[in-house]
C-alpha cells in the first residue's frame, strides 16, 4: 500500500494556518505538521497594533482557529518548535530538538522580523519592538495616561500605536526620518492626510529626525537625535520595518532575493518547496514583476494558493495587493500596487480636508493603486479599474458624482480571484 503523503509547513502564522485549513478543505489525506515557534497557535497580529493596544478586542479573538481545531481536522500542530535546517536531498526539516520531519511538500511561511536600530542603548529595557502577542502585552502595559511613548519610524505600524497610545493618555512623540510620515508609500499629498490626522490628535512629530542613541541607566529614559535633541521617553516603540525570515531558505540554497523567490504558484527553485505570506516574493502576472507584500490579505490568501499548489492544482497567485488600518476615526483600504516611480498623477474623488476619499495613483491615465479613506465598498471596483490596464478620463475620475463601474472599461473581466476584502 502506497504511504500516505506528509505536508510539512514551517511557520504558524496566518499564511501556514491557512493552508492547512486549505489542505484538509481540499481533501487531502495525508499527514499535516505545521510548524510555529511561537508559544501560541496561529494568529493574526493586525490586532495586536489596534484592538489589542486599546483594550477594545478580546485576546481569544485574534486566533485563526478555536484550540480544538487542529487535532479535529487532524493537524499535527507542534508550537514552541523552531525549525533549523532543510535537508533536501534526504526532504527532512530539521528541528532545534535535533528531531526531523520528513516531507513531500514543504511549505516555508516563516514570515519577518522587526528590524532593530543599531545605536548605542538600543539594547536597554523599554525599547521595544512589535511583532508577537507577547510584545503587543508588554507596550500594552506601558501605554497608561501620562507616560511618554517614543514611536521611532513613521510607517503603517508606528503610526497605529501612537494612535493607540494617544487614546490611552500617553505623549506620544513620533521619529521619522523622511520629512513626513508615509512619504514613501503615499507621496507628499496623501502623507500629509496621515501627519494632520495624528497631529489633530496631539502628536507631536520629528520629523527629518534620526535617533543617534537610547540613553537610560538599565532602561530607557531619553531618545538623542541626530541634532542633540534629547526627547523624554518611558518607552521606545522601534517600528523601522521587517526583514523577512530567509535563513531556512538560504541554508537549503533555494533562490532567495528579497524573500524566497517563488513563481505564480507559489513554488520556490525546488518544485517541492513552496512560499506564502510576508516571506514570498512570488510573480505577479499582471505586474509581470516579482513583488513581496507584507500585508494581512497576502497571508490570508497565498498560504491557501500555496496549498493548492501543492496538491498539484494549475495555480496562478493574481491576487493584487491589498492593505487596511485603522487610526482614531479614520478606516482605509489600499488596493494595488504604486511604488515610488510607478506613477505620475495622484487623483482624488472627496474631500481630503474631511478624510473622506479615493485617491488614486495613476499612470499615463491608467489606475495602478487605489486608497479609500472613510468610504466603503469600493474595492472590487477599484480592482476592476487597476485589472483593466487602460486609461481612464481622470476628470471624471476625480468626480465623485459619476459611479466608479462607469468608468471600467466595458471589456475587464470580472476579477477571477475576488476582492482582498476584510470582511
Ligand atoms: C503589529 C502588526 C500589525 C499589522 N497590521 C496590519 C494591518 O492592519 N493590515 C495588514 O494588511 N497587515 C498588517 N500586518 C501585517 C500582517 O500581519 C503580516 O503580513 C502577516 O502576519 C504575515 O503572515 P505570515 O503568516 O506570512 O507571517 P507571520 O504572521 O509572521 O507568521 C510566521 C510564523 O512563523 C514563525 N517562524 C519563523 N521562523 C520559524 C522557524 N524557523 N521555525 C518555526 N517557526 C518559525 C514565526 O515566529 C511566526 O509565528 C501587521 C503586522 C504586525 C506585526
Do not use: C
Not at 516555508?108 to 510584545?135: E, K, M
Not at 523601522?240 to 538560504?250: C, D, Q
Not at 505570506?277 to 494581512?296: F, K, M, Q, S
Amino acid at each position: 500500500m502506497k504511504e500516505p503523503q506528509v505536508f510539512v509547513i514551517v511557520g504558524a502564522g496566518l499564511a501556514g494556518a491557512k493552508a492547512a485549513q486549505t489542505l484538509r478543505e481540499s481533501g487531502f489525506g495525508g499527514e499535516i505538521v505545521l510548524l510555529g515557534d511561537e508559544p501560541e497557535r496561529p494568529y493574526e497580529r493586525p490586532p495586536l497594533s489596534k484592538g489589542l493596544l486599546l483594550g477594545t478586542a478580546e485576546r481569544e479573538s485574534v486566533f485563526v482557529h478555536e484550540a480544538g481545531w487542529y487535532a479535529e481536522h487532524d493537524v499535527d500542530l507542534r508550537t514552541g518548535v523552531t525549525a533549523t535546517a532543510i535537508d533536501r536531498a534526504a526532504r527532512q526539516v530539521e528541528l532545534a530538538d535535533g528531531h526531523r520531519v520528513g516531507y513531500d511538500a514543504l511549505l516555508l511561511a516563516t514570515g519577518a522580523t522587526p528590524r532593530r536600530l543599531d545605536v548605542p542603548g538600543a539594547d536597554l529595557d523599554g525599547v521595544l519592538t512589535l511583532r508577537t502577542l507577547s510584545d503587543s502585552d508588554r507596550i500594552a502595559a506601558q501605554l497608561v495616561d501620562g507616560a511618554h511613548l517614543v514611536v521611532v519610524g513613521a510607517g503603517w505600524i508606528g503610526l497605529e500605536i501612537a494612535a493607540a497610545a494617544r487614546q490611552r493618555g500617553a505623549t506620544v512623540t513620533v521619529v521619522e526620518r523622511s520629512e513626513l510620515p508615509l512619504l514613501r508609500v503615499l507621496g507628499p499629498g496623501l502623507a500629509r492626510v496621515f501627519a494632520d490626522l495624528h497631529r489633530d490628535h496631539g502628536v507631536t512629530f520629528r520629523l527629518g529626525a534620526t535617533v543617534q542613541a537610547f540613553r537610560g541607566e538599565g532602561r530607557v529614559s531619553a531618545v538623542l537625535l541626530g541634532d542633540g535633541t534629547e526627547l523624554r521617553a518611558d518607552t521606545v516603540v522601534v517600528g523601522v520595518g521587517v526583514r523577512p525570515n530567509v535563513a531556512l531558505a538560504e541554508q537549503a540554497g533555494l533562490t532567495v532575493d528579497n524573500g524566497v523567490v517563488v513563481d505564480q504558484a507559489l513554488r520556490s527553485s525546488d518544485p517541492r518547496v513552496y512560499a506564502a505570506g510576508d516571506i514570498a516574493n512570488a510573480y505577479h502576472p499582471l505586474y509581470g514583476t516579482h513583488l513581496r507584500v507584507e500585508h494581512w490579505a497576502t497571508a490570508l490568501h497565498s498560504g491557501p494558493a500555496a496549498a493548492r499548489s501543492m496538491l498539484g492544482a494549475e495555480v496562478v497567485y493574481d491576487r493584487l495587493p491589498y492593505f487596511f488600518t485603522d487610526q482614531y476615526d479614520l478606516g482605509m483600504e489600499y488596493t494595488g500596487y504604486a511604488p515610488p516611480g510607478g506613477y505620475d498623477t495622484v487623483v482624488v474623488r472627496g474631500d481630503l480636508a474631511k478624510r473622506e476619499f479615493i485617491a488614486f495613483w495613476t499612470a499615463r491615465g491608467r489606475v495602478m493603486a487605489g486608497m479609500n479613506v472613510n468610504v466603503w465598498d469600493v474595492t472590487p471596483h477599484i480592482e476592476d479599474l487597476i485589472r483593466s490596464g487602460k486609461p481612464v478620463d481622470l476628470a471624471r475620475l476625480a468626480d465623485p458624482g459619476i459611479a466608479l463601474d462607469d468608468l471600467v472599461p466595458v471589456d475587464t473581466q470580472p476579477l477571477a480571484a475576488g476582492g482582498g476584502n476584510r470582511s
